[in-house]
């Protein structure tokens, strides 16, 4: 199955780094020669490839606990913007790569 999400970075090595040490990604394909990654979590599926830098989509990922993950985020020196909250139902939190990609994190609120 194709990347849902493709995102140019300036350094593969520190775009896999980013993806699977600080969001948890786990890495399902790496081509060090023609320099891409492809990285899972949950349902979303993204795709690293390494040259100039394009806006390309956004990555949606589920967290457990919004709030923490963005305390814990920005502990790590991650650019985090403001959590949105949709009352009782979604909580929002758009973060950003090292290269400037969006990724939105959303928990689900609710029973």
């Given amino acids: 199955m194709a990347p849902t999400v493709w995102y140019h970075v300036r350094d593969l090595d520190e775009g896999r780094r980013f993806y699977q040490e600080l ?3 786990e890495e399902t394909a790496v081509d060090f020669e023609a320099r891409w990654s492809e990285l899972r979590r949950g349902e979303m599926e993204i795709g690293l490839a390494e040259g100039e830098l394009h806006d390309d989509g956004v990555a949606h990922v589920d967290v ?23 009352t009782g139902e ?11 990609n969006r990724i939105q994190l959303a928990q689900e609120l609710g029973d």
Avoid: N, S
């Fill in 23 to 25: 969001l948890g990604f």
């Fill in 90 to 100: 979604m909580r929002l939190l758009d973060i950003y790569d090292p290269d400037g």
């Fill in 64 to 86: 457990a606990d919004l709030k923490a993950e963005a305390d814990r985020l920005r502990e790590a020196g991650v650019e985090v913007g403001i959590v949105l909250e949709l």
